[in-house]
């Protein structure tokens, strides 16, 4: 094995934390992996990674290692990119909403696919936290204020949220006017996948935003388990217009406390800090030139 290719190994092994997935992932053999792990740590006179039966990460010397391989590799990488007008290849991985994928990524993803057809594109769809390195995801796409101080973060937009409930909610707890009429009112717990906590109903009042808890019968941790269980009338929520735009023009589902709206839901796109692979670059362009104007 070449010492850049050792380089590669090296840099996917410490990454995934994982000899099987980092093999996996360069399409080898574990064993061959383990083999040039060991050769380059030879070659190099040190030990590179702490192994265990559970966990490999860096040493000391790993961790300065690992910095310079993913800057010469970053360099290499941009340099051949660039004199050879090379086709991006491999499966861009990339987990979002599921609201988000269907109302906006996956009726543009012919369009994508089409300007890079040496691509192949992996969806997975929840509200959860991603380890992206980890778990070999190449972004996430999520709503909400973002707080990884690890990551990059790329802001796409924002959309339009509301206060609703259902009619029948509505017929049997009567109609709040101003914030100020939500006692005796309940709220669709939506958990925050970051703390475990019941996130607040937010609203905007004298140009100020303000946060109100209402007790909670039902919670969840999906967006969309949450529209459900308020169309089924278990209480207030608040989430993006579009998602109930069915149910309002039908008159099921009431937007409430108009003149309150909450603050509009930030967008965003994250990566992790380090070599940005050309998958992912075209990605972050087209989402810019192509998707983010249609979504807002």
């Known amino acids: 094995?070449?010492?850049?290719?050792?380089?590669?190994?090296?840099?996917?092994?410490?990454?995934?934390?994982s000899f099987r997935a980092a093999a996996s992932d360069l399409g080898m053999p574990r064993s061959s992996a383990t083999a040039g792990i060991k050769a380059l740590e030879a070659a190099l006179g040190t030990t590179l990674l702490r192994r265990s039966t559970r966990h490999v990460g860096p040493t000391e010397e790993g961790e300065g290692y690992y910095r310079h391989c993913v800057a010469v590799l970053g360099e290499m990488d941009a340099v051949e990119t660039a004199l050879r007008g090379r086709v991006p290849t491999g499966t861009l991985r990339v987990d979002t909403s599921a609201q988000f994928a269907r109302t906006w990524l996956l009726p543009a993803l012919p369009d994508f696919l089409s300007r890079h057809s040496g691509l192949r594109f992996h969806l997975s769809e929840g509200d959860r936290l991603v380890n992206l390195v980890g778990e070999g995801v190449d972004c996430v796409i999520r709503g909400g204020e973002t707080t990884e101080g690890d990551l990059m973060v790329r802001r796409l937009g924002a959309l339009p949220e509301i206060?609703?409930?259902?009619?029948?909610?509505?017929?049997?707890?009567?109609?709040p006017r101003s914030p100020d009429d939500l006692e005796g009112h309940e709220m669709v717990g939506f958990v925050s996948s970051r703390t475990g906590a019941v996130l607040p109903l937010e609203f905007t009042i004298e140009g100020q935003t303000r946060e109100y808890t209402l007790p909670v019968r039902v919670s969840a941790t999906g967006a969309d388990s949450c529209a459900t269980l308020a169309q089924l009338g278990f209480g207030l929520v608040q989430l993006p217009r579009i998602r109930f735009a069915d149910a309002?023009?039908?008159?099921?589902?009431?937007?409430?406390?108009?003149?309150?709206?909450?603050?509009?839901?930030?967008?965003?796109?994250?990566?992790?800090?380090r070599l940005?692979?050309?998958?992912?670059?075209?990605?972050?362009?087209?989402?810019?030139?192509?998707?983010?104007?249609?979504?807002v």
């Open 1 to 17: 094995m070449d010492r850049l290719c050792a380089m590669r190994l090296f840099v996917r092994v410490v990454e995934r934390r």
């Open 163 to 175: 206060t609703c409930a259902s009619r029948t909610y509505l017929a049997r707890h009567g109609e």
């Open 248 to 273: 309002l023009q039908s008159g099921a589902m009431v937007e409430v406390l108009r003149p309150y709206r909450p603050p509009p839901l930030p967008i965003s796109l994250l990566y992790p800090r």
């Open 276 to 295: 940005v692979p050309a998958r992912l670059r075209v990605f972050i362009d087209w989402l810019e030139e192509a998707l983010v104007p249609a979504m």
